[in-house]
């Protein structure tokens, strides 16, 4: 994994650390199917990556952890099914030898609801928020995002934040089916209910974050379900405010990387200020005997991430962050 795809490292550099990343399992033990576009999904064969994949990274001995990018369950995963099912693939992590992070997407929130599946998930947030940080070196620290803060799946139904993304959907999609992007025209068509937003608070607490890592002269590496830039990303798959989350990361020089999932197909690109967006290609996605995962060697000066058949490697150089405001 890795050196097959031309990437080699860093001018033969030893890394700071290297962790694992994968997006998007979805697992479901019921028959292939397809998604609304007509891309093959393999609901049962989607575990089989998950297993591999702990398997190279436990292989390679030098990963310090893991990140799982959101969906770790499908949609349609029998209901009566959704406890058991997340318990597995969670257990299936857990033979990962170190920390594994999650974070959660769309399909975990159809499953189950945020008081039952972040104590799951190990997620750290407080009164039901699934946004954190941690700083596994001096040198770096991690953000991961809830985008679905704002939403109109995981909340229950008279909560605030639910409240708030149904009048938003109103005022934004005039369809009847809140997930069809009919008549929407360009960025507009990422106002469906399969995604959400970054609250005012998350906003805030993002802010005085990314103040914080700038004192300790840390760089940053952003981690959301859903991604935060139109070059990356189909216009379908952003997180509603992503333009606000953008804003307050653009004020600071510390964000190098910001990394995604929910866009099945990947993406990359990098920004006006310098910024890389990665959106990985979902194990979901993958045929049998085929694979979407990878690991990540990171350097003071560039991320390489090196993947296994459906994810690209990619090499994503810092450079300065040009269009900075003062």
């Not at 292939?32 to 998950?50: A, N, T």
């Not at 596994?136 to 809830?146: A, C, G, M």
């Not at 005022?171 to 609250?199: H, I, Q, T, Y």
């Amino acid at each position: 994994m890795g050196s097959a795809n031309g990437l080699v490292g860093a001018q033969g550099k030893r890394p700071l650390l290297s962790f694992g990343v994968i997006s998007d399992v979805q697992y479901a033990d019921i028959p292939d199917g397809r998604s609304f576009i007509g891309v093959p999904r393999y609901y049962r064969h989607s575990i089989l990556v998950l297993q591999r994949a702990v398997q190279k990274w436990n292989d390679l001995q030098k990963l310090k952890f893991t990140i799982n990018f959101g969906d770790i369950v499908d949609g349609y995963c029998p209901k009566d099914q959704s406890l058991n099912v997340v318990k597995t693939l969670v257990s299936e992590f857990e033979i990962f030898d170190g920390p594994v992070y999650h974070m959660i997407g769309n399909h975990c929130l159809y499953n189950l609801a945020r008081d039952k599946l972040l104590p799951l998930l190990k997620i750290p947030g407080l009164n039901g928020s699934a946004y954190y940080d941690f700083s596994p070196i001096p040198e770096y620290r991690f953000v991961v995002l809830d985008g679905y803060d704002i939403s109109a799946i995981g909340w229950p139904r008279d909560h605030s934040n639910t409240v708030e993304a149904l009048k938003f959907l109103r005022a934004k999609n005039p369809n009847s089916e809140k997930n069809s992007p009919e008549g929407l025209v360009d960025l507009e068509r990422r106002f469906l209910m399969f995604n959400g937003a970054v609250g005012k608070e998350q906003l805030a607490w993002l802010d005085g974050t990314l103040q914080s890592a700038t004192k300790l002269n840390q760089k940053v590496v952003i981690c959301c379900h859903l991604p935060l830039d139109p070059g990356a990303s189909s216009k379908e798959a952003l997180l509603w405010n992503y333009d606000e989350v953008m804003d307050v990361i653009h004020r600071y020089n510390c964000v190098k990387v910001c990394l995604a999932g929910h866009d099945h197909k990947g993406g990359h690109t990098i920004d006006s200020y310098g910024v890389h967006h990665r959106v990985l290609e979902a194990a979901l996605e993958c045929p049998p005997g085929t694979d979407a995962f990878g690991y990540v060697d990171l350097f003071d000066d560039r991320l390489v991430l090196f993947g296994t058949d459906r994810m690209k490697s990619t090499e994503m150089i810092f450079t300065p962050n040009i269009c900075l405001r003062m």
